[in-house]
């Protein structure tokens, strides 16, 4: 199956129901992807749900197939989320893109004191809706049945506050260990991964202070949009989901 598409609205389904999409989202699914009667498609809610099932319309104001499976896949323990630092350019949304597809289960922006990239005012539900939209894509061409969450915009203040309900694993260059060290322990995960220009010192300790912890990936210095998505790769290995 190469197909999977996305209706929030969609709560409960079974074998032999027709589930339809309309609007946008069927008028792009017949006129871009070109999907075709007799085809085989899959519906998700980005909740768990996915149902799946031939094509029995395939018009520009609906898309509707007739349901021979039904799955439904609970959420993942523990939780891993991505602490992305704004970064200019589209660096930020590259790394929420690849970690979507690697797994990641939410997503958290954040203004670190080197990030270049700032939301300010208007830019910041702008800036959260493009994240979102993102994630969305992203979860429809990996095939996910949950769509991570985007949380809203924190401080390094308010991202130190979160140490206090998670692991904390903070990205740093100079940390004397390495994250393929660790033992985890089944707690809920949060990945930092810095700006460009680093992680401040000040930021270090009031992270280490709340209790996060600084680990290293390896030798290599990896960019913003390159360091959150190999850090989840290792992690997918170490909690045996790879």
Request: aromatic share 2%; net charge negative.
């Amino acid at each position: 199956m190469a197909h999977l598409y996305l209706d929030e609205s969609l709560e409960t389904a079974a074998v032999g129901e027709r589930v339809s999409l309309t609007g946008a989202e069927a008028r792009h699914d017949v006129t871009v992807s070109r999907l075709a009667v007799g085809e085989t498609v899959a519906i998700g809610n980005g909740a768990g749900l996915t149902v799946s099932g031939r094509v029995v319309v395939a018009e520009h104001t609906e898309l509707a197939i007739e349901v021979d499976d039904v799955s439904v896949t609970p959420r993942r323990e523990p939780s891993v989320f991505l602490a992305q630092a704004l970064a200019k350019g589209d660096r930020d949304e590259l790394a929420v893109q690849v970690a979507t597809e690697l797994g990641i289960d939410g997503v958290i922006p954040w203004s670190a004191a080197r990030s270049i990239s700032r939301w300010d005012g208007a830019k910041v539900a702008k800036g959260r809706d493009r994240w979102g939209a993102v994630v969305r894509e992203a979860s429809k061409q990996s095939l996910r049945s949950w769509i991570p969450d985007v949380l809203d915009l924190v401080t390094t203040k308010q991202l130190a506050e979160l140490a206090a309900g998670a692991r904390m694993l903070v990205l740093d260059p100079t940390a004397p260990t390495p994250l393929s060290a660790l033992t985890l322990d089944g707690r809920d995960l949060i990945v930092v991964a810095g700006p460009e220009g680093g992680i401040s010192g000040a930021e270090l300790e009031m992270l280490t202070a709340a209790g996060a912890e600084l680990v290293l990936l390896g030798p290599e210095i990896l960019r913003t949009s390159t360091a959150g998505p190999a850090a989840l790769a290792l992690i997918n290995s170490m909690l045996g989901r790879w």
